[in-house]
């Protein structure tokens, strides 16, 4: 099936979205952010003005409790959403999908995983820019180094096991070495500037 007239409709999107401007606020780490809802306001707009039907179904993958620093007990989601795009003018369909993670001490921690999932496809679906650089991210090498010292030794020896045995093609974390899938790999990179397992993820959260 062609999908030459939805194409066309996408790069006009794209255009439209090239940029969204970092209008949020985190007060307690020092930095700004493109909130979810100024992606979601410009990406809408371009659909309605391309006329471009979209559907979004999450699913939930994980959810874990995490222990912070600080010693309380949250909840750790992690959702998968995909958005199915329509042209309703020639019925032409394409799937995005984006992965996102939420932390919660209450029951809001999926919700929060369902917006960053959302937030996340459009960005890497459509290449939208917020001006950020993971290599530029003080907090992320700050988390990462705690992260080192913590898990320590046990890590070290996890790393050589793993890259001894596992294909050097595979990826794997980082900081432990384990063999990741290409998703976790994309959502680790989005969330935290580089390459981490599930486990130093969660780990991740905690120090932050």
Do not use: W
Not at 116 to 136: N, V
Not at 140 to 158: F, N, P, S, V, Y
Not at 161 to 166: A, E, G, P, V
């Amino acid at each position: 099936m062609s999908m030459k007239a939805l194409a066309k409709k996408l790069i006009a999107v794209m255009k439209d979205c090239g940029y969204v401007m970092k209008k949020g606020e985190n007060k307690y780490h020092g930095y700004t952010y493109a909130t979810s809802a100024d992606v979601l306001e410009k990406v809408n707009a371009a659909f309605v003005q391309y006329r471009i039907a979209s559907a979004a179904v999450p699913e939930l993958l994980r959810l874990d409790d995490i222990t912070t620093a600080k010693g309380n007990i949250e909840k750790l989601a992690t959702v998968r959403m995909d958005i199915q795009l329509t042209d309703i003018e020639s019925g032409e369909t394409i799937q995005i999908t984006g992965l996102g993670s939420g932390q919660d001490a209450g029951d809001k921690a999926v919700m929060k995983a369902q917006t960053a999932a959302i937030k996340y496809a459009y960005l890497l679906s459509f290449a939208i820019s917020t001006g950020d650089d993971p290599e530029a991210d003080c907090h992320t090498d700050e988390i990462t180094a705690a992260l080192e010292e913590k898990t320590g030794h046990r890590h070290q020896m996890q790393s050589v096991l793993n890259r001894t045995r596992q294909p050097t093609r595979q990826p794997v974390c980082s900081v432990c070495g384990t063999v990741i899938t290409e998703k976790v790999l994309q959502f680790s990179k989005d969330k935290y500037g580089r390459a981490l397992c599930m486990d130093c993820q969660r780990s991740a959260k905690g120090i932050a």
